[in-house]
């Protein structure tokens, strides 16, 4: 391997891991999206019971 070679092995290294971090980031935006409002909804569900159960 030539010292060249082995510079654009890294930069396409490079390349596939922002690749994957971007596809990473993408999946975690999508599922908060998607989620969000059900767990939001189950914390204050959640809440709701803790307080009825604590208030005398």
């Known amino acids: 391997m030539t010292p ?3 510079i ?3 930069g396409a ?3 596939e ?4 971090v971007a ?4 999946v975690i935006v ?4 998607l989620f969000g409002g059900g ?6 569900n959640t ?8 208030s005398p």
């Open 47 to 54: 809440n709701a019971s803790f307080d009825s159960a604590i």
């Open 30 to 33: 999508f599922a908060v999206v």
């Open 17 to 20: 891991y922002a690749l994957l």
């Open 23 to 26: 596809l990473l980031a993408t």
């Open 13 to 15: 290294s490079a390349v």
């Open 8 to 10: 654009e092995q890294r």
């Open 4 to 6: 060249s070679s082995a």
């Open 39 to 44: 767990v939001s909804t189950l914390f204050e």
